[in-house]
């Protein structure tokens, strides 16, 4: 199944796997040079997988941007905001026209529930600790 739209970049796609579980259904977004896909501060409950393109990933604090680096294709960026209900660490901006899958909370929550017992223990305790980094980094403390 594949279903074309326009959103709030542009042009997207979704699209349909069939497993045996059931549907998961995947969105692909296109988004231009200079738009900003995820802006710091906001909430946020997808991570993206960049296809094609480049972004730059960086936050700003007291009028100051500091980039925490450069992704393109195969990489992700996000993904944070899968595990929990905070707020976004850091923004990210379209260097390069980008094609990115959307990967939603869902998705990924179906993915882990079919593994392995161990796989899912360790998602857990690195999600845990992302988050600590995450909040240490942004100045917030536990």
């Keep these: ?5 326009w959103g709030e970049w542009g042009v997207f796609m979704q699209f349909q796997v069939n497993t045996s579980e059931g549907p998961l259904v995947f969105e692909r977004q296109f988004v ?8 710091q501060g906001d ?3 997808e991570a993206y997988l960049i296809q094609s393109g480049e972004v730059t990933v960086y936050s700003e604090a007291d009028g100051k941007r500091t980039v925490l680096g450069a992704l393109g294709a195969g990489e992700i960026f996000g993904e944070m905001a899968l595990f929990n209900e905070g ?3 850091a923004s990210v901006e379209v260097d ?3 094609s990115l899958i959307v990967i939603t909370r869902k998705i990924l929550e179906e993915k882990i529930k079919r593994s392995d017992p161990t796989i899912q223990a360790i998602v ?9 980094k ?3 980094i942004s100045g917030h403390t536990h």
């Design 32 to 39: 231009p040079k200079g738009k900003l896909v995820i802006r």
């Design 96 to 98: 390069e026209d980008c």
């Design 1 to 5: 199944m594949y279903r074309l739209g």
């Design 87 to 89: 707020r976004r660490a």
């Design 134 to 136: 995450n909040k240490n």
């Design 43 to 45: 909430k946020g409950s």
């Design 124 to 132: 857990r305790m690195a999600i845990r600790r992302l988050d600590e």
